[in-house]
């Protein structure tokens, strides 16, 4: 069981991995294709590249951590989290691909992370912030009233 002052950076950790894995992997699919014109050929390309499976699990798993984010934290506070996904690609691509990370995008990382350090999740007043038709429900089934409890 994760402690719970870490359960809402673990949350949003495996959110960056697999959303960042699922743009690897359509990056992986689209190298591995390479430059054909859209087919039914392409489209065959596409379903038999293993990266392209890859990319829909991925983004299956991107969609239940999100879900799984928002089940605990109202889409406001939550969603300035979404664009970390700017700084973790580019890090992976620069990585795994050896794509080059210029200056310019690297202030424009820089003003990401600063951006959501000001906008992101924050103490909530209470639990009928995140969800007010239903706070009992969520507080009563994970003993978590808010997303400042993960």
Not at 112 to 122: D, H, K, M, N, S
Request: proline share 7%.
């Amino acid at each position: 069981m994760i402690a719970t002052s870490l359960r809402f950076p673990v949350l949003v950790g495996v959110y960056l991995l697999v959303d960042t894995g699922t743009q690897i992997a359509f990056e992986a699919t689209s190298r591995a294709i390479g430059d054909m014109p859209i087919s039914p050929a392409f489209l065959q390309a596409v379903a038999q590249s293993p990266a392209s499976w890859v990319a829909a699990l991925m983004y299956f798993a991107t969609y239940a951590s999100w879900i799984l984010i928002l089940k605990y934290c109202s889409l406001g506070k939550a969603f300035p989290l979404t664009t970390l996904s700017y700084v973790t690609v580019p890090l992976a691509s620069w990585l795994i691909f050896n794509e080059g990370v210029g200056l310019v995008p690297a202030v424009g990382i820089a003003l990401i992370l600063a951006g959501v350090w000001l906008i992101g999740p924050q103490d909530e007043q209470g639990a009928d912030q995140a969800h007010p038709a239903a706070p009992e429900t969520a507080a009563s089934s994970t003993g978590v009233k808010s997303c400042a409890d993960l």
